[in-house]
């Protein structure tokens, strides 16, 4: 599977066509880690590992800072 596109990625958040999975907002949650934190990661931070055999969907491993503390956050295309 190709890699996840950087581009598109960051066009879908900044322009808030990402969907928060249940899941996800568990997790969120569970970590005191706010949505806002995640889109700056994801739009700003430095995208360090591809995951292309993840399914359903590939996946990468982001790493950014907010607040100047180091926070990785993973993001899936589909």
Do not use: C, N
């Not at 907002?25 to 806002?36: C, D, H, N, S, V």
């Not at 931070?45 to 800072?65: C, H, M, N, V, W």
């Amino acid at each position: 599977m190709k890699p996840l596109d950087l581009a598109v990625l960051r066009e879908a958040v900044a322009e808030e066509r990402i969907q928060w999975r249940r899941h996800v907002l568990e997790k969120l949650a569970e970590r005191g880690i706010q949505q806002q934190a995640v889109r700056e990661v994801l739009l700003k931070g430095e995208k360090i590992r591809d995951y292309t055999q993840d399914q359903p969907f590939p996946s990468a491993l982001f790493l950014g800072y907010i607040g100047g503390k180091s926070a990785s956050r993973g993001g899936r295309m589909r």
